[in-house]
């Protein structure tokens, strides 16, 4: 270490940690399958902030250990270290190199905001006809009038992701309207009057999902698709995305939402065009009569009937529902 | 305590009190400040191995994706009850009431607190309400979260809930009269000779500590009365069905509970700003940085609290405007993280378990700012919030950060509480097992939370078992963790080798006292000649070998 | 060591630290304030997203309020004139000052029931009325706090020499109490009431 001059280890070292942490941000393999637009911008982000983490991790716990057996009381030492109180430069040197991290993280995280949408959640542009989509929407949306309300009075605020900035002024290709209730998500589809347990969307379509709550307040997340709304009761949010990537995903509650929170888990199935169009059709052949089912009314039904009604349409199994209509009947 | 070893010589016992406290002295209406400090560390300790039990019960339930160790309420009650024990009864009593009720009055030369009566009335809240806690238990435990976000809180184990939520505010009045007591002290009660720049860095985070906790706690007093009536007294400010709003509780809560996460880590700021120069042997690095660093991260701090309703009904003004005020905070927690670094380097590092832990705390902290940092921002916390990677993070902080800063704090004064010694090998056995024991257990939280495992749930799904079982694991390991410890400070307390009055020759003012310090800490107060950190500058000959 | 214990340097022992009590029970009354706070908030947020606030059927009088506003501001005056009277050592004066006070202090509490007998509707009828009956409430039992420290502080003045220009911290503490309640009953009415013009 005499040999070798200071400015030559630490160039050394600040090439090593440098290259160490930009293999790290791009190699960590932390996060799931990216499924939908969103998550790339968010993975991205996340990556940056992995690697500037790694290499300030790496010189922060190198440092605690060099000084740890550096500067270790040697045997029979009984003296003090040096009286060094403090350093301004260096000071202000730490204090500026996060301040301009946070800064530049600051801003990039807007931008990545954007681009996911999240400026343009419940716009009016699209507000007024997200419900004129709907030919039957008084019918469809019996169990969820506050939705209705948010389309139609737009002076609401609506919360969570809407058009990205690529698609802002379009209405989406799909609309669906979400319900959490413990502990089922219920997917209502407004043009079709399908309702199903399980999310089924096309791939490559700007799909808007509208969503509430019934009774407690319950998170609607799908990982694959970095994206998550809590469902509020009393308050509209929405969440828009495109798919991007065919397959099948889980949905699941991130919201304390009571005893079964855990099993409030189902699924979102990412179609291919052809093979969305094939699910609506028999989906709609299986209709008995569209308005008589979309015609009853959740709110009047206790959950334990509520629950045997949709049963065949949500992938839980019998005892599961037993042990929810337990709790709804004690 | 009831093998305290008290025996001290006080000559004079002017305030009529007798020349010694007997041992249930300790259990009765005290207004000795050390009396009060010591009855809130027992009090949290004992409270500590309650909710490491819950822990390990979760973690026990865990270790299958099926819930089938404890029915789900169950499950939600402990769940409930360990966050709300591990803060309000384990954290926050044990690092402010104990340490700060125990150290302020000695380490700024006072014969005791501002008011010493309103002291004891501030702990004597809170035993009742451990016992409204543990009592709510028999109707089923409050099963809504310690964040207890209606409606859930409104609609399941009523009666459970409302004694859940006298207990909250016991201990947030008990937190205010607490925190008067703190900044009335500091101001005014400091010996005459100390100047400001000469207060020891821990009564500063305890300024900034106080401040906070006036600021915030009577904003979640008001939350939670608002939920009081709305289960009790037919009031639907959180019901929305009669057009009350569940988002404005998520405000009032976070006002209060975001601040609160500084409640629990700033006083550890200022235990690391005092272990840390005694045993490196050098003054801390910054000490004006340090000082006003507290004091920044207690403005900015009540500023940040929407950062935990990103996916809330938040509109997204807010979520920007709150992403960048979170970020804010980096900048002076990393003043400090970088400023303990530099105190360490150049030192004469004695490897005491006190030092270890605070070296352990400072190594732990650098990865829980961090995962903090990414944490704070909109777009990538909306993919984690609510999930194991927010539980994995604070449990870096809280239990590396925290934890860790009490547990150098007990090896640190418990010379000075006792005049005895803790077991040095059982303390390095005891830092060994929970170094370990938190590496295992809340690093794989993280990315069982960006792979897709929602935080607070009974059952999960197959795919996360492994990762689940390595944090179990660790879990067990932390709760074997704690036995050496307590076996130490209960052994140690009536057999260990005797202290004297500075065993780690420290220059702050409580080690000019005896050990035990008298009751009214000195007969002559001491005169303040210099600052508390000044290491290295005076000569060998002062100082007298460590032991 | 960072003092020293110096006997060259006596220090008194033991001796009595200096009156703090008015110092603390503002730090506590600043905190205080923030939980009234945290009502006036929910109350605004209440009235900035329902539309018709307060709602027809839980309309609120304004006269009534208006005279007890009148009293209690009023009577923060003659409380003040209370601790003057003890500061220069005129104890009767103070006496009786602090009585006018008090009975002032009653009239309002007794307005603010009357007004709750009569208003016709109740803490359950809606949002409105949640937050007026819970507001007001809570600021009644500030104001019967208030009104037991005065009693109290006249109870004491009963012993000679008890208060006198030098020793008043009694009553200086319950006046800046009762200016703390007058305060907050001052934007408690402004609130429910005076935005309820506009």
């Known amino acids: ?330 | 305590m009831a093998q305290a070893d008290l025996s001290f010589n006080s000559p004079v016992a002017p305030h009529g009190h007798p020349d010694k406290w007997k041992w249930y002295h300790y259990f009765t209406f005290n207004v000795d400040h050390k009396v009060i400090g010591i009855q809130y560390l027992v009090t949290s300790f004992l409270f500590y191995l309650v909710g490491g039990f819950m822990a390990v019960m979760l973690r026990t339930e865990l270790a299958t994706p099926d819930s089938d160790f404890l029915s789900p309420e169950l499950y939600n009650a402990f769940l409930t009850n360990h966050g709300t024990i591990m803060i309000f009864l384990w954290i926050v009593p044990a690092a402010i009431g104990g340490f700060g009720n125990y150290l302020i009055p000695l380490m700024i030369g006072a014969r005791d607190m501002a008011f010493p009566k309103l002291n004891a009335i501030a702990f004597w809240l809170n035993p009742p309400a451990g016992a409204l806690l543990l009592g709510s238990f028999y109707f089923g435990g409050a099963q809504a979260g310690w964040t207890s976000y209606p409606p859930l809180s409104e609609i399941t184990a009523n009666a459970a809930q409302t004694l859940w939520i006298l207990a909250i505010v016991l201990v947030g009045t008990s937190s205010i009269l607490g925190s008067v007591n703190f900044l009335v002290t500091i101001w005014k009660m400091r010996v005459p000779s100390m100047k400001w720049d000469q207060i020891p860095l821990f009564c500063w985070a305890m300024v900034a500590t106080s401040i906070l906790a006036l600021f915030s706690t009577p904003v979640l007093a008001a939350g939670l009365i608002l939920l009081l009536f709305d289960i009790n007294f037919g009031t639907s400010f959180f019901k929305p069905d009669a057009g009350g709003n569940v988002v404005v509780y998520q405000h009032l809560f976070w006002f209060y509970s975001h601040p609160a996460v500084y409640l629990m880590i700033l006083p550890i700021f200022g235990i690391m700003s005092e272990v840390i120069p005694v045993h490196a042997r050098k003054p801390i690095f910054g000490y004006k940085a340090i000082a006003y660093s507290s004091l920044t991260i207690c403005l900015v701090g009540l500023f940040v609290w929407v950062h935990h309703m990103f996916t809330s009904g938040t509109p997204p003004w807010m979520r920007i405007f709150f992403t960048i005020s979170t970020l804010i905070v980096a900048v002076p927690t990393g003043i400090k993280i970088f400023s303990w670094v530099a105190t360490l380097w150049g030192g004469k590092i004695r490897y005491t378990t006190a030092m270890l832990f605070a070296v352990g705390l400072l190594s732990m902290f650098v990865f829980g700012g961090l995962s903090g940092v990414t944490l704070g921002t909109a777009p990538f916390d909306i993919h984690v919030h609510d999930t194991y990677y927010v539980v994995g993070h604070f449990h870096y902080v809280l239990f590396g950060g925290s934890v860790f800063g009490i547990y150098s704090a007990v090896y640190h004064w418990f010379p000075k509480i006792t005049g005895r010694m803790l077991n040095e090998p059982l303390g390095k056995i005891h830092f060994v097992l929970t170094f370990i024991g938190t590496i295992l257990t809340f690093t794989p939280m993280h990315a069982l939370g960006m792979q897709g495992m929602p935080r607070r749930v009974a059952m999960y799904d197959a795919q996360f078992t492994d990762l689940n079982q390595l944090v179990t694991v660790g879990a067990y390991i932390l709760a074997v963790s704690v036995i050496p410890f307590y076996i130490n400070v209960l052994w140690s307390w009536s057999k260990g080798q005797k202290a004297g009055d500075n065993p780690w020759n420290a220059l702050t003012l409580e080690w000019t006292t005896a050990s035990p310090p008298i009751i009214e800490n000195w007969d002559v107060l001491p005169v303040v000649t210099h600052g508390p950190y000044e290491y290295g500058h005076e000569p060998e000959e002062e100082l007298e070998t460590v032991s | 060591m960072q003092g020293t214990v110096d006997s060259a340097t006596p220090t008194v022992v033991h001796e009595e630290h200096q009156d703090l009590r008015v110092l603390g029970l503002l730090t506590f009354l600043a905190s205080e304030f923030l939980m009234f706070a945290g009502f006036f908030a929910v109350f605004l947020v209440f009235r900035s997203s329902i539309a018709e606030w307060p709602p027809k059927e839980t309309e609120v009088e304004l006269l009534l309020p208006a005279v007890n506003t009148v009293i209690l501001v009023s009577s923060s005056l003659v409380i003040n004139l209370g601790t003057k009277a003890i500061k220069q050592n005129d104890l009767a004066k103070m006496r009786l000052w602090f009585g006018i006070t008090a009975a002032m202090g009653a009239v309002f509490l007794v307005g603010q029931v009357y007004e709750y007998l009569t208003l016709g509707y109740g803490l359950k009828t809606n949002l409105f009325s949640n937050c007026f009956y819970l507001m007001t409430g809570f600021h009644g039992a500030h104001v019967f706090i208030g009104l037991l420290l005065i009693l109290g502080v006249l109870w004491r003045s009963r012993r000679a020499g008890h208060y006198n220009d030098i020793t008043h911290t009694g009553p200086e503490m319950a006046e800046i109490y009762w200016h703390f309640v007058d305060v907050v009953w001052i934007v408690l009415f402004t609130l429910i009431y005076v935005l309820t013009l506009f």
């Open chain 1, 1 to 330: 270490m005499q040999q070798i001059p200071a400015p030559l280890w630490t160039l050394v070292i600040g090439i090593v940690v440098t290259l160490i942490s930009l293999w790290y941000g791009q190699n960590n393999n932390l996060l799931p399958v990216q499924a939908s637009e969103q998550a790339p911008l968010v993975d991205d982000f996340f990556n940056v902030m992995v690697t500037i983490g790694t290499a300030l991790f790496i010189v922060v716990q190198g440092t605690i250990i060099y000084s740890l057996i550096r500067f270790r009381r040697r045997k029979g030492d009984d003296t003090d270290g040096l009286p060094i109180e403090g350093n301004l430069p260096l000071e202000a040197f730490w204090t500026a190199i996060p301040a301009i991290i946070v800064v530049g993280l600051g801003l990039y995280s807007v931008v990545v905001f954007q681009d996911m949408g999240g400026f343009a959640p419940g716009g009016h542009h699209h507000g007024g006809m997200m419900m004129a989509q709907a030919p039957q929407h008084e019918m469809v949306d019996v169990g969820s009038p506050m939705l209705a309300q948010a389309g139609e009075g737009g002076s609401r605020q609506v919360y969570g992701f809407g058009a990205s900035p690529m698609v802002e002024g379009n209405r989406p290709d799909l609309t669906v309207n979400v319900t959490g209730m413990q502990y089922a998500w219920i997917f209502r589809y407004p043009d079709t009057a399908i309702v199903d347990g399980e999310l089924h969307v096309p791939v490559g379509q700007d799909v808007q999902l509208l969503i509430e709550a019934q009774d407690v307040i319950h998170s609607f997340w799908v990982p694959q698709f970095r994206l998550k709304q809590d469902a509020l009761p009393g308050q509209p949010a929405e969440l828009r995305f495109v798919a991007t990537k065919e397959g099948t995903y889980p949905v699941v509650c991130a919201e304390l939402c009571g005893a079964y929170h855990g099993g409030m888990r189902t699924q979102v199935i990412v179609h291919s065009l052809e093979d969305y169009a094939a699910w609506e059709a028999s989906r709609v052949a299986e209709l008995p009569g569209a308005a008589e089912t979309v015609a009853v009314n959740p709110a009047t039904m206790t959950d334990a009937e509520y629950l045997t009604q949709i049963a065949q349409d949500i992938p839980i199994e019998a005892t599961q529902i037993a042990q929810l209509a337990r709790l709804s009947n004690p």
